[in-house]
């Protein structure tokens, strides 16, 4: 297994024993919280995740902020993730669900993709304008530039939260298991170069 992050993110990937690989430097106005998010305004509905209709177009702004700021830290990621990827050739991309380079990876190499949730499925659907609405135009030509279909889905959702929790979605649940990884290299290499484009 092989963890693909920003550079400014390997040494906590290390530090759990896991293996890093670099993808990308993560310039500090991509990554920079957009002023919209920074002061949400109002009271949201405690189900608004699944009733989006219910948010204020004030609220709706600050998503569609969030998902633009995820788009753009995608782009930063992609073509460095997609390079390794096909390097790799893994049979599976894991990935944060709202790190969308993770998508567009499993696209551009046609396997499956998995969305691992941190704990609240609450910010999902970012990646959609509305969260239920087609994908955000950012998004879907980021998609469409490796050959990826905008409007796929990760094949299945990991949850950690406990059922009480979890939303009433197509999810896989997760328990905690215990690794003793030394973080040692081993399996395939890949040789690392700078890729010259999609």
Same mark, same amino acid.
């Given at each position: 297994?092989?963890? %693909? +992050?920003?550079?400014?993110?390997? =040494? !906590?990937?290390?530090?759990? &024993?896991?293996? $890093? ?5 993560? @310039?500090? %106005? +991509?990554?920079?919280?957009?002023? =919209? !998010?920074?002061?949400?305004? &109002?009271?949201? $509905? ?5 009733? @989006?209709? %219910? ?11 969030? &998902? ?131």
């Amino acid at each position: 297994m092989r963890v %693909a +992050v920003p550079s400014g993110c390997a =040494a !906590a990937v290390a530090r759990a &024993g896991l293996v $890093p690989v670099r993808i990308c430097a993560l @310039p500090p %106005a +991509v990554v920079r919280a957009p002023e =919209a !998010a920074r002061r949400p305004r &109002g009271i949201w $509905p405690a189900d608004w995740p699944v009733r @989006p209709a %219910a948010l204020t177009p004030e609220q709706h702004g600050v998503l569609r902020a969030l &998902g633009d700021r995820q788009v753009r830290i995608a782009e930063a990621m992609a073509q460095g993730l997609v390079a390794f990827a096909r390097c790799w050739q893994p049979e599976l991309v894991v990935h944060d669900a709202s790190a969308y380079a993770g998508t567009v990876a499993a696209g551009a190499l046609g396997v499956p993709a998995v969305g691992q949730l941190w704990g609240s499925a609450a910010v999902l659907r970012v990646d959609r304008q509305r969260l239920e609405g087609p994908p955000l135009p950012g998004y879907a030509r980021l998609m469409r530039r490796y050959g990826a279909d905008p409007e796929r889905e990760p094949d299945l959702w990991l949850d950690p939260c406990p059922p009480s929790l979890a939303l009433p979605r197509g999810r896989g649940g997760c328990r905690c298991v215990s690794s003793r990884t030394t973080g040692r290299r081993h399996g395939r290499r890949c040789r690392r170069t700078r890729p010259a484009g999609p």
